[in-house]
């Protein structure tokens, strides 16, 4: 079974109620000769200078679906890259909007990443 995996771990199949976390995304258009930084640390540090005070509490990095994984760092399974129609299966935005009391997603289309802030 082939999957499309979206931003936040959200499969393409998934439904989901409206997020509470509000998007922003920052775009580099127009870029031809010099490419901005796509290192997760500078990232990091554009998102929280942009939106002092507040301060990372998960990414999601889309092309290999690295992120910050409370359950994980517990010792528990990561419940969110587990297979459609599983039902441990647990979107990465329903854990930082529940759990990590994330409400600002700063998405960076040109590194594929999404920063979340609390």
């Known amino acids: 079974m082939t999957q499309t995996w979206c931003a936040c771990g959200r499969s393409s199949t998934e439904a989901r109620a409206e997020p509470i976390v509000e998007t922003i995304e920052i775009a580099f258009n127009g870029v031809n000769v010099y ?5 997760m640390a500078d990232l990091r540090n554009i998102s929280e200078i942009l939106f002092h005070p507040m301060h990372m509490v998960g990414y999601w990095d889309i092309p290999s679906r690295d992120h910050l994984c409370p359950q994980a760092k517990l010792g528990a399974t990561c419940p969110h890259t587990l297979l459609d129609g599983d039902p441990k299966r647990v979107d990465y ?7 990590l ?3 600002l997603d700063i998405h960076f289309p040109h590194a594929e990443v999404h920063i979340f802030l609390s």
């Open 35 to 39: 490419r901005p930084t796509e290192m």
């Open 93 to 99: 935005l329903t854990t930082v909007e529940r759990d």
């Open 101 to 103: 009391d994330g409400v």
